[in-house]
């Protein structure tokens, strides 16, 4: 991280190629995040924008299209000005994931965009497709010799997600680097764009308010929950075969564990040395007692009746999908010795709420409410919260009181999403904020045994109604260790 040196880099020339460009992430999330870094005169000075896709577009279709999804979601703020400067960048490339001969037509596109806007080759390929269609976008992208392991100025962004056990992840690494060189492939997790995530080694390392008290000997235990109240959205082909704990749980969840239980890195490369660190470190044991997963019943979002997971279109009506798990880990390393990490997610919970929540010893037979903590909003409402204990005036009691950081109060802009911020770092070949592939089969270790001990005990599957707090297996897992989960 650099302090108040910092000068911004823009991004060299380059062609950029989404495959996916007709997708739910890339009309909601892509799209918008390339408008918004336009906006923010954070793109190159020469670009294309080249969508592929098996529609019959012409160039102009495909612009008029994008302009509507781009003024529906972009987070700027949509100005036909802006937005009629960025469209002469905008190509598209029509063609099928199986077609040779579009491959072959899109390479002359590349070759011919690159001499226009004096590229020098640099190409960012952004594949944000279906996980069926991976293997054949990567063999046509290597067959039509579009891919070039050997030139440093290309690159990868590869959407999770990134297999569903450690063995289909190993041979979908080895798929992407039969085509791409390791440098060059920048696979995504998104929470890692947050601004908050983004803000935790630096608030940790520069405030000795925090260093001071990073350990067990001052936390009693860490809690990281990733919530939603949003169901399955129409993505059941998808998650009928993920479950929250593949889903979520060996990702966004782990990532965010190993970035706070790390030790310090050196720069922003070791980064990722330390998280693997962390990752070897993990232990799960006892998984009757330590983990949770739950299925969501019909129940209420924000005072609307909603189905079952079940009774979701496209979704087996005897499915065994987790849409809610929770884990217990300890993290075995001497900083972290007795302060066991809880991470739970899921979806239909009472609100959409990602944070970290490092809980304080308490003096004494203190109850659990009576504990102090510190927490990392990730969002919404990003900041900090430091949660002490404080006399009531006028009383003998005591309370908990609340001294707070607000990125609103504070910053008053809105943060950028975190996708502009990857799309970004990737164009400058920028890695930390990508996870590296061991890190990814490390967490994938840990998901598998927790996925097998789940499949050899069907009847660990526990139902909660939509809107609610989750199973009631999830409370009795921190129960038993005389806790409870912070408040959703
Ligand atoms: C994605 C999961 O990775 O993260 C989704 O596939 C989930 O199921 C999403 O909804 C949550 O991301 P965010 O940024 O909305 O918290």
């Known amino acids: 991280m650099e302090k108040n040196d910092y000068a911004r880099k823009i991004p060299e020339p380059c062609t950029i190629v989404l495959f996916g460009v007709t997708g739910h992430l890339s009309r909601h999330k892509l799209l918008p995040a390339f408008y918004d870094l336009f906006h923010r005169g954070l793109m190159p000075a020469a670009f294309d924008l080249l969508g592929f896709a ?13 302009k509507k999804e781009i003024e529906q979601n972009c987070r700027t703020g949509f100005d036909e000005e802006v937005f009629s400067l960025m469209a002469p960048h905008f190509y598209f490339a029509k063609g099928t994931f199986d077609d040779e001969k579009s491959f072959e037509s899109l390479k002359g596109i590349i070759e011919g965009a690159s001499k226009d806007q004096d590229t020098e080759g640099r190409t960012l390929f952004y594949l944000s497709v279906p996980p069926a269609s991976f293997p054949q976008v990567v063999e046509r992208l290597k067959e039509s010799g579009i891919a070039d392991p050997k030139n440093p100025l290309q690159k990868v962004m590869v959407e999770k997600p990134f297999g569903r ?19 060059q492939i920048f696979r995504i997790d998104h929470y890692l764009g947050k601004e908050m995530v983004q803000n935790l080694l630096p608030l940790r390392f520069e405030n000795p308010l925090f260093t001071s008290l990073w350990s067990a000997e001052t936390l009693d235990h860490v809690q990281i929950s990733v919530a939603e109240s949003a169901g399955v959205e129409g993505r059941s082909a998808y998650y009928e075969q993920a479950g ?16 706070t239980a790390m030790e310090k890195p050196e720069g922003n490369e070791g980064e990722r040395e330390r998280k ?11 998984l009757e007692r330590t983990s949770a997963r739950g299925q969501y019943t019909e129940g209420f979002e924000g005072g609307r009746l909603v189905k079952g997971y079940r009774q979701e279109e496209g979704v087996n009506p005897f499915s065994l999908t987790d849409t809610f798990a929770a884990l217990k880990i ?12 809880y991470l739970r997610t899921g979806k239909r919970l009472p609100k959409r709420t990602a944070e970290i929540a490092l809980i304080l010893k308490g003096e004494g037979k203190e ?41 609103e109060k504070e910053f008053a802009g809105k943060s950028p999403e975190a996708y502009e911020d990857l799309i970004e770092d990737a164009m ?35 139902f ?9 297996s999830s409370d009795k897992l921190m129960e038993r260790d005389g806790r409870k989960w912070r408040k959703l």
């Not at 693997?276 to 006892?286: A, H, M, Q, R, Y």
């Open 244 to 259: 929250a704990a593949r889903d979520v749980l060996q990702n966004h969840l782990m990532q965010l564990l190993s970035l």
């Open 54 to 66: 098996r529609r019959e577009w012409s160039r102009e279709e495909f612009v008029l299209w994008a």
């Open 464 to 472: 909660y109604k939509a809107g609610s707090r989750g199973p009631a």
């Open 165 to 183: 056990d450690l063995e289909s992840a190993r041979k979908l690494d080895s798929l992407v680097k039969s085509a791409f060189s390791s440098p």
């Open 276 to 286: 693997i660190e962390v990752l070897k470190s993990c232990k799960i044991e006892n």
């Open 330 to 341: 300890n993290v075995d390393t001497p900083r972290w010795q007795g302060c066991p990490f």
């Open 367 to 407: 109850k659990e409410g009576m504990k102090g903590s510190i927490v990392f909003k990730i969002q919404p409402n990003e900041g900090v919260d430091v949660e002490i204990l404080s006399k009531l005036p006028g009383e003998k009691l005591m309370r908990k009181a609340r001294m707070g950081f607000s990125y």
């Open 428 to 462: 400058l070949g920028r890695s930390s904020l990508f996870p590296s592939e061991e890190e990814t089969e490390c967490s994938w270790k840990i998901i598998d045994q927790l996925e097998d001990f789940w499949n050899q005990n069907p009847s660990t599957l526990d």
